[in-house]
């Protein structure tokens, strides 16, 4: 029987076979803080080169990842941009890729700016709404979303959309950052490449940046090494080192920020001044059964409107122990204010599309007392309300 993910979380099955005999019986696993490596003789190696191509605590760290996603391979890269800009050298000019139009800002940004520089073409269509089946055409290579989305939260069925990808023999692509492969698991549900921010659940603790791609099929794997190799974004080993530990509590941070979340989303719905909660756990949400279907838990992003932008404002500057930060994940609470940070570079009409207001705010829920973090909303919000 293969292992639970809590075990996974902390543990690599072949590293037991030899324990005592490996990294002197280090459970910690080492830091090879080192660029490169001594060859034992002309055309011989350790394994190792140069930690461009692969580092040994950079591999361990991809070996963890490609094993809680299913994968059969993980790069580690020096960020979750990284990872996106590396996983689209695979394709080439005149290549047609069909995207979700919510999506991480940031990687609008890249499809906006570069890839289409690069000549991909790039169809965004909300796939809440449009039959993406009918935008495929004979240059289409894959299909990109994120599930749950950011920041509003909608769920896409990833089963259905591989479905779609399989009959047209494209890829499917889904970064799953907002849930980890603490709660979903894409690779099993037909997608062939899934993206990660390791900054976000992953890493865990927002002292670092890194991402990754996990893919089960051979041929992109070997092309994902080629290209790492070639351009260079891999982890470095200290970040590994940082990814490898925050891993380890994956799954208790998952459940305690989980639990938190629900309790927050449910105060929230009660308060008058918070117009709408959009959170995939709640039984209203239109992903809700989608969402149970194809994932363990919901997560602890949630996203809120308020009504009106000033309360939106006042709310970013009253919060105390919540603070007001960019990225997600993390055991820290966090509130973000989407308009002027996450997506910031994206135009005003896609925003508008996508429903994302001035008096939108999204909260990353940590790992804190539940009861604090609450006070502290039900302060900002009495006194967002007082003017
Ligand atoms: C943060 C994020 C990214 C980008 O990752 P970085 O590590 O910040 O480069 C990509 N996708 C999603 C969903 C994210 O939240």
């Known amino acids: ?17 030899d324990a005592c005999k490996t990294h002197f019986g280090s459970v910690s696993f080492p830091i090879y803080q080192t660029a490169t490596f001594a060859h034992p003789a002309v055309g011989k190696s350790t394994g190792y080169d140069y930690s461009r191509l692969q580092n040994p605590t950079r591999e361990q760290l991809e070996k963890v990842v490609a094993n809680l996603e299913h994968g059969i391979g993980a790069l580690a890269l020096s960020s979750g941009m990284a990872a996106i800009s590396l996983l689209f050298e695979i394709f080439k000019p005149g290549d047609h890729i069909i995207a979700d139009s919510d999506l ?27 039959n993406v089946e009918d935008y495929i055409d004979k240059n289409t290579r894959a299909i990109y979303l994120e599930t749950p989305t950011n920041p509003m939260m909608n769920v896409h069925d ?57 893919t089960n099929r051979e041929d992109i794997l070997e092309q994902f090494r080629f290209i790492i190799k070639t351009t260079g974004a891999g982890l470095a080993p200290f970040d590994s080192w940082l990814v490898l530990r925050g891993i380890k509590t994956l799954a208790l941070r998952m459940e305690r920020a989980q639990e938190n979340a629900i309790a927050i989303a449910k105060f929230l719905a009660s308060d008058p001044n918070v117009t709408e ?60 204010y989407p308009v002027t940070q996450t997506h910031a570079d994206v135009p005003p009409e896609v925003l508008a599309k996508n429903g994302i207001t001035d008096a939108t705010l999204r909260l990353s829920v940590g790992v804190e007392k539940v009861d604090d973090l609450i006070d502290d909303l039900r302060n900002a919000l009495n006194e967002s309300r007082r003017g």
């Open 104 to 130: 991480y800002g940031g990687s609008i940004r890249l499809f906006d700016n570069i890839s289409r520089k690069n000549g991909l073409k790039i169809t965004s269509l909300d796939f809440t709404r449009d």
């Open 158 to 214: 990833i089963r259905a959309f591989a479905e779609i990808a399989k009959r047209h023999g494209i890829l499917l692509i889904v970064d799953n950052t907002f849930l980890s492969p603490y709660f979903q698991n894409p690779l099993d549900l037909g997608a062939d490449i899934v993206v990660h921010s390791g900054t976000k659940y992953l890493g865990g603790h927002n002292d670092t940046i890194a991402g990754f791609l996990v």
């Open 1 to 17: 029987m293969s292992r639970c993910i809590e075990t996974n979380c902390i543990h690599l099955e072949e590293d037991e076979v």
């Open 277 to 336: 909660v959009i959170y995939p756990g709640l039984p209203q949400h239109p992903g809700h059964e989608t969402i149970k279907r194809q994932a363990r838990g919901f997560g602890a992003m949630l996203t809120f409107k308020v009504s009106s932008k000033d309360i939106a404002l006042s709310i970013l500057e009253k919060v105390r122990l919540i603070q007001f930060a960019e990225s997600l994940g993390g055991v820290e609470t966090l509130i973000t």
